[in-house]
């Protein structure tokens, strides 16, 4: 692995997904402010392209969900996205926002040419090391890793079992969801000398038989104590509380 300034924490990491979205409104400051407070190592949040080209912290395609706004996000420019919501972050602001943490960025689109926008934000920042790319595609990855050697990629790949594929093409980390997190995949990530990362809840908005009744991000107590018992490098969740306190109990293992 390439390990960034933030992966030498105690383990599992507390990942605050979509910047912890069970503590404030997702994706925006405020829930980046109240998952530092609250101790998690690395805040996720989600990137698209606005119309105008800028990069925006937005989980969905349009604005239906979180504003009852039928507008895409593609199609809409920056100052009328933040019309709609004024809380809402660009790129420079996340990564201003999250630190000192680690921050993980969801790249919903598998078109390369959000690559270099991205990096070279990362770069002006001087915030690549305490950065993970998420990226959804194989090739993307690839792309991503002759773009910047230094980069740490984290695999959102929906095969759980293309962790080996993940690996070659220069991937650091592997992505599994809760309902595919068994003991066998997990070893199969470390031997091919990748983290691990878990993903708890449902990955799709009907639930799909094996995974637990817990819509994306959530999980209970009971949950946490399983996915522990697996020994993943990092979880992702909407409320890190939940694995801060039930790690602190069971005593986190240092790297």
Request: charged content about 20%; some cysteine; glycine content about 8%.
């Amino acid at each position: 692995m390439r390990p960034g300034a933030f992966l030498a924490a105690t383990r599992p990491l507390a990942i605050a997904h979509r910047g912890g979205a069970l503590l404030g409104p997702e994706n925006t400051a405020e829930a980046f402010a109240a998952s530092i407070s609250a101790g998690a190592e690395i805040v996720e949040t989600d990137l698209r392209f606005s119309a105008d080209g800028a990069l925006v912290c937005l989980h969905d395609a349009d604005l239906a969900r979180l504003a009852g706004n039928p507008r895409r996000v593609a199609e809409t420019d920056l100052a009328t996205l933040r019309g709609v919501l004024p809380g809402l972050l660009t790129l420079d602001e996340a990564i201003q926002a999250s630190a000192p943490l680690g921050l993980l960025l969801d790249v919903k689109l598998h078109e390369p040419r959000i690559l270099n926008p991205i990096l070279a934000a990362l770069d002006a920042a001087d915030a690549l090391s305490r950065a993970l790319l998420g990226l959804r595609d194989i090739d993307l990855i690839a792309a991503a890793r002759k773009l910047s050697p230094d980069a740490t990629i984290l695999a959102l790949v929906p095969d759980p079992d293309s962790i080996a594929r993940a690996c070659e093409a220069g991937a650091d980390w592997f992505r599994l969801w809760q309902g595919d997190a068994t003991p066998e995949r997990l070893a199969a990530v470390r031997e091919a000398g990748m983290g691990c990362v878990i993903m708890v809840g449902q990955p799709r908005s009907v639930a799909e038989p094996g995974y637990p009744p817990f819509p994306v991000g959530r999980i209970d107590h009971e949950g946490i104590a399983r996915l522990l018992a697996l020994g993943p490098d990092a979880v992702m969740l909407d409320d890190p509380r939940l694995l801060l306190s039930a790690r602190t109990v069971t005593g986190p293992s240092s790297i």
